[in-house]
């Protein structure tokens, strides 16, 4: 067995733990990253591609909605060579959706988020294939994100400055001393390789995983696994994002990716991130939501159909009663649990949107600084991040 020490080891290599070893290569801390398979195997690689403006939660959900709002501006500034600058429309076909708006409208003035209405002459004039049963459109600032690169850009960076990175290889076990995990045991799956990492901290950030991590402490989290289903089609007959105006539900939204769109997403609550498929219902269910704001779509052909696992998780007094993933907010949390399970050492980052993980490692490191006495702020929102 290989012995080894470092201050904080991370567990996890999608956007969030890939923020995260960022974050702390960038304060000076040496660190490293286990990941079970290859970066962003897991929901990373497996959402829409939505860069939020925000819109989508500026009424259920505005604590997330103002985060989106503010990050969405900041990776414009430090990564723009994974956005692409659509812009987004929400779009009121029927009374419903009318009744919505001004609701809607409200929401975004509260968490400061662009919006201008435009008249249905208007909007069509900019996205000719979209219903012609279109009343208004409100013009947010949604875009394109690129998560392969926003992570593999993380990871760049944080090996640049002295990081380590070890892929195929999962965590094993959580060592312990007392009342504290002091690191980590993991095992190389391409070369048979063990680990023993003494740590002075250990970052979960293992996305809908989180919950088998943490027993390997003996102790649990609330989390709720959301499968979001998702559609890919075989041409771009719009140029924006397009989300149905309206609280969010199946099938609301179209993603322009590339030269494809994605039409997403569902919501569908699952008991294992490893074992889950897409539904024939999911797909007759997107695509049926999907033609009713770009009637175009039913001429289209399927590409792939995918789906990733939403963690969300709430506190305990706050998840009585939810049964369905869309009733669960999608802020993220920073998890002490020494604080919530007497176990020092050992910090959860769940929840949260790629759109949001910069701000999420900068809260998960902020708590870190504070655990091991050091005063070193944050700079990942001023440093442009590497390509990936």
Same mark, same amino acid.
């Given at each position: 067995?290989?012995?080894?020490?470092?201050?904080?080891?991370?567990?996890?290599?999608?956007?969030?733990?890939?923020?995260?070893?960022?974050?702390?290569?960038?304060?000076?801390?040496?660190?490293?990253?286990?990941?079970?398979?290859?970066?962003?195997?897991?929901?990373?690689?497996?959402?829409?591609?939505?860069?939020? =403006?925000?819109?989508?939660?500026?009424?259920?959900?505005?604590?997330?909605?103002?985060?989106?709002?503010?990050?969405?501006?900041?990776?414009?500034?430090?990564?723009?060579?994974?956005?692409?600058?659509?812009?987004?429309?929400?779009?009121?076909? !029927?009374?419903?959706?009318?009744?919505?708006?001004?609701?809607?409208?409200?929401?975004?003035?509260?968490? *400061?988020?662009? $919006?201008?209405?435009?008249? /249905?002459?208007?909007?069509?004039?900019?996205?000719?294939?979209?219903?012609?049963?279109?009343?208004?459109? %409100?013009?947010?600032?949604? *875009?394109? %994100?690129?998560? &392969?690169?926003?992570?593999?850009? =993380?990871?760049?960076?944080?090996?640049?400055?002295?990081?380590?990175?070890?892929?195929?290889?999962?965590?094993?076990?959580?060592?312990?001393?007392?009342?504290?995990?002091?690191?980590?045991?993991?095992?190389?799956?391409?070369?048979? !390789?063990?680990?023993?990492?003494?740590?002075?901290?250990?970052?979960?950030? =293992?996305?809908? &995983?989180?919950?088998?991590?943490?027993?390997?402490?003996?102790?649990?989290?609330?989390?709720?696994?959301?499968? *979001?289903?998702?559609?890919?089609?075989?041409?771009?007959?719009?140029?924006?994002?397009?989300?149905?105006?309206?609280?969010?539900?199946? *099938?609301?939204?179209?993603?322009?990716?590339?030269?494809?769109? %994605?039409?997403?997403?569902?919501?569908?609550?699952?008991?294992?991130?490893?074992?889950?498929?897409?539904?024939? &219902?999911?797909?007759?269910?997107?695509?049926?939501?999907?033609?009713?704001?770009?009637?175009?779509?039913?001429?289209?052909?399927?590409?792939?159909?995918?789906?990733?696992?939403?963690?969300?998780?709430?506190?305990?007094?706050?998840?009585?009663?939810?049964?369905? /993933?869309?009733?669960? =907010?999608?802020?993220?949390?920073?998890? !002490?649990?020494?604080?919530? !399970?007497?176990? /020092?050492?050992?910090?959860?980052?769940?929840?949260?949107?790629?759109?949001?993980?910069?701000?999420? $490692?900068?809260?998960?490191?902020?708590? %870190?600084?504070?655990?091991?006495?050091?005063?070193?702020?944050?700079?990942?929102?001023?440093?442009?991040?590497?390509?990936?």
């Amino acid at each position: 067995m290989k012995k080894l020490e470092t201050q904080v080891v991370v567990i996890g290599g999608g956007i969030t733990g890939s923020g995260v070893l960022r974050d702390l290569a960038m304060r000076g801390f040496d660190a490293m990253l286990f990941e079970r398979g290859n970066l962003s195997e897991g929901t990373t690689g497996n959402f829409h591609g939505l860069l939020h =403006s925000g819109g989508r939660y500026a009424v259920k959900d505005q604590p997330t909605a103002r985060e989106c709002i503010q990050e969405n501006r900041i990776l414009r500034e430090i990564a723009p060579q994974a956005i692409e600058d659509t812009g987004g429309f929400f779009v009121v076909l !029927d009374d419903q959706d009318e009744a919505f708006l001004p609701i809607f409208l409200q929401g975004c003035e509260n968490v *400061g988020i662009p $919006a201008e209405v435009l008249s /249905g002459t208007e909007a069509l004039k900019e996205e000719p294939n979209l219903s012609p049963q279109l009343r208004q459109a %409100v013009a947010v600032p949604d *875009g394109s %994100v690129d998560g &392969w690169d926003l992570c593999l850009g =993380s990871v760049n960076a944080a090996r640049a400055l002295g990081a380590r990175l070890f892929l195929y290889t999962p965590v094993t076990e959580l060592l312990r001393e007392g009342d504290r995990v002091v690191g980590v045991q993991a095992v190389d799956q391409t070369s048979g !390789d063990e680990y023993q990492v003494r740590a002075e901290y250990v970052v979960n950030a =293992s996305g809908p &995983w989180a919950d088998q991590i943490v027993r390997l402490a003996d102790i649990e989290i609330p989390i709720v696994l959301s499968k *979001g289903t998702m559609v890919v089609l075989d041409s771009r007959p719009v140029t924006r994002v397009i989300n149905r105006c309206r609280f969010p539900s199946d *099938g609301d939204i179209i993603v322009p990716v590339g030269t494809t769109i %994605v039409l997403g997403t569902t919501s569908v609550t699952v008991d294992d991130p490893d074992s889950f498929c897409v539904d024939e &219902w999911e797909i007759y269910k997107v695509l049926e939501e999907g033609m009713e704001m770009a009637p175009v779509i039913e001429d289209m052909n399927i590409q792939r159909c995918f789906a990733g696992v939403r963690p969300l998780y709430e506190p305990p007094e706050d998840l009585a009663g939810v049964e369905a /993933g869309r009733e669960v =907010s999608r802020n993220h949390f920073v998890l !002490d649990h020494e604080q919530l !399970d007497s176990l /020092g050492g050992f910090i959860t980052i769940t929840g949260g949107k790629v759109t949001t993980f910069r701000l999420m $490692a900068q809260d998960t490191i902020d708590l %870190v600084c504070e655990k091991m006495g050091v005063d070193e702020p944050c700079r990942t929102h001023l440093e442009l991040l590497p390509t990936g």
